[in-house]
Each structure stands twice: as C-alpha cells, then as structure tokens.
C-alpha cells in the first residue's frame, strides 16, 4: 500500500513539474533581450521549426524578419541557408556576410566558419593571421564541441605563428566585445 501511495504522489510531481515546464518555456517564447537577441521568440522557435520541416522558403523570410530586428542566431541560420542554398539560391557572399554579423555578436560556431572563410580566402582575401583571431575567439568563447573543435585547429596553427603576431593576436582576444548592431559586411 505505501509503495501504491509513493507511485501516485510521483505521478502528481511528474505532472506538476510538467505543468511547471510548459509556463516557464511559454514565458521564454514570448520574451526577447533586446541586447541579446538569444532567448527563442516564437517566431525564431516557428523558422526552427520550418526548417527542421525543409519548408525552408518560410524559414528564410522568418529569419529575415528576425535578423532585421537583431536576432544573432538567425543571423547564423541565414548563413548556413545561404550557404546550402536551402530554398534560396546558394549565395556564398551573402552566407559569409550573415555568418559574419554572428560571429562579431559573439556566436562561437559562426566564429569557427568565419575563421574558415578567412583561411580559404572565400569571400576575400585570405588571411592566416585573421584566421587565428576568430579561431582563439570561439575556443575561447565557446563551450562543447565548438571550443573542443577550435582548440584541436588552433594547436597546429599557433605554432607557425611569428611569436609577435600571436601576441598581437592575444591581446586583441583578450579585448574583444560582440558588436550587436552590425553593418560592416565581411568583405569590407
């Protein structure tokens, strides 16, 4: 009889803790930062959603309007839309040019594809050096795979660094804010 009671009282947390979870999650959907722009909206969560769908026509002009209001992590999801070409035409500037704004607002994953840009020379001129900045960013910055990812690359990049140069590349780490409001453009 007391193991029956412990099973319904567990049942009645289970469903108040759910209950619980679902008005916290409905909170987070209709709150954005402003500053930010990471909390999930309901509409950055619908773009997801689409795309998951491969209706990624409604998910691209859901992520515009997002973009346009600041959202960095649809900055992020134009440049991979951009970059397969998922219902768009495949635009590698453009892809580079949403990346980027990630990238510069802090996004460690769009830093490890920016630093890709840069040692490729896709988009612009190559740049090893520019390439180690955005690499020591995301590892830096980054949690998980990401930081994981960039520290395994950057073990073999610093050491063909002049030892000047990775200073100066330090420092610059060391200094660096994300930038919100981006109107550079990553060729420019």
């Known amino acids: 009889m007391e193991k029956r009671s412990v099973s319904r009282y567990g049942s009645i947390a289970v469903i108040g803790l ?32 689409a795309y998951g769908r491969g209706e990624y026509t409604l998910a691209h002009d859901l992520f515009i309007a997002l973009a346009q209001k600041g959202n960095v992590d649809a900055k992020a999801m134009l440049g991979v839309l951009y970059f397969h070409g998922h219902g768009i035409e495949a635009d590698r500037v453009k892809s580079a040019i949403w990346f980027y704004q ?27 050096d520019e390439a180690a900045f955005w690499l020591m960013l995301a590892r830096d910055r980054g949690e998980g795979d990401v930081s994981e990812s960039a520290a395994s690359v950057l073990a073999k990049v610093l050491p063909t660094l002049k030892p000047s140069i990775r200073t100066d590349i330090e420092n610059r780490v060391g200094l660096w804010r994300p930038v919100m409001a981006d109107h550079e453009t990553f060729g420019s």
């Open 18 to 49: 759910s209950i619980v979870l679902l008005l916290v999650f409905q909170t987070l959907g209709r709150t954005q930062v402003s500053d930010r722009g990471d909390v999930p909206q309901p509409s950055y969560l619908a773009a997801m959603d």
């Open 102 to 128: 990630a990238a510069r607002a802090g996004r460690p994953a769009a830093q490890l594809v920016i630093r890709k840009l840069y040692l490729s020379g896709e988009g612009r001129t190559a740049d090893r």
